[in-house]
């Protein structure tokens, strides 16, 4: 199972909108509801921002957002704030002998 | 709050063998599905393995297969994945995490990650 495809990385202003790529394949992403988004700061534990798609944890911000559109899933952040800055990857549920495969990661950087 | 914390890392040799540990706490661990998830430094992150509420099904990734195995123990609400043969490739942060379901889906919650060095 190839890992899932994201741009290295991606930037934007303060308060302005930033939209993350996935790409998979018709066995994972294009096949199943259950892709999730995680952020990742440096040094600590990745953090569950999205899942299946488009549902937001408790306490994450409703400026995550989550769609797909075939094999390609994707996060945006809206109203970039200055603590958004950190990695995001992307996860899918790939079937019952592989259940996770990961993003590549992406680099958000708010300037 | 969901508690997962790894214990087991630290320095093994090219060959060596270890025992990951997690310590779960704040949920009922036998209603959940867990996993091993590691990040080599400065790399992204790669799924290991998982382990279904009950532990009759595991799963691993083809990068481990034939020289791991995934384990929990329901009465300690503990976890573990003991890795052999290991190689410096396997230099990495080990993360533990929990599934919001049954079975392997989607993980909802990590740990603080243990490293594991393999070097001589």
């Known amino acids: 199972q190839s890992a899932l495809t994201q741009p290295p990385s991606a930037s934007g202003s303060p308060g302005q909108s930033v939209t993350i790529s996935c790409t998979g394949t018709?066995?994972?992403?294009?096949?199943?509801?259950?892709v999730s988004w995680y952020q990742q700061h440096p040094g600590k534990a990745p953090k569950l921002m999205i899942y299946?798609?488009?549902k937001r944890p408790s306490g994450v911000p409703d400026r995550f957002s989550g769609s797909k559109s075939g094999n390609t899933a994707s996060l945006t952040v809206s109203g970039l704030q200055a603590e958004d800055e950190a990695d995001y990857y992307c996860?899918?549920?790939?079937?019952?002998?592989?259940?996770?495969?990961f993003g590549t990661g992406t680099k958000v950087t708010v300037l | 709050e969901v508690q997962l914390l790894e214990s087991g890392g630290g320095l093994v040799q090219p060959g060596g063998s270890l025992r990951l540990s997690c310590a779960a706490s704040?949920?009922?661990?036998?209603?959940?599905?867990m996993s091993w998830v590691r990040q080599a430094p400065g790399k992204g992150l790669e799924w290991l393995s998982s382990?279904?509420?009950?532990?009759?099904?595991?799963y691993y990734a083809d990068s481990v297969k034939g020289r791991s195995s995934i384990s929990r123990d329901n009465s300690k609400s503990t976890l573990y994945l003991r890795l052999n043969s290991l190689r410096a490739e396997d230099t990495a942060v080990y993360y533990c995490?929990?599934?919001?379901?049954?079975?392997?889906?989607?993980?909802?919650?990590w740990g603080q990650g243990t490293l594991v060095t393999v070097s001589s």
């Open positions: 995490a929990k599934d919001e379901e049954v079975v392997p889906r989607t993980i909802d919650s």
């Open positions: 704040g949920f009922t661990f036998t209603s959940y599905a």
């Open positions: 299946e798609v488009t």
């Open positions: 382990i279904t509420y009950s532990g009759h099904n595991t």
């Open positions: 018709s066995s994972d992403v294009g096949d199943y509801n259950y």
């Open positions: 996860s899918s549920y790939a079937g019952s002998n592989t259940p996770f495969v």
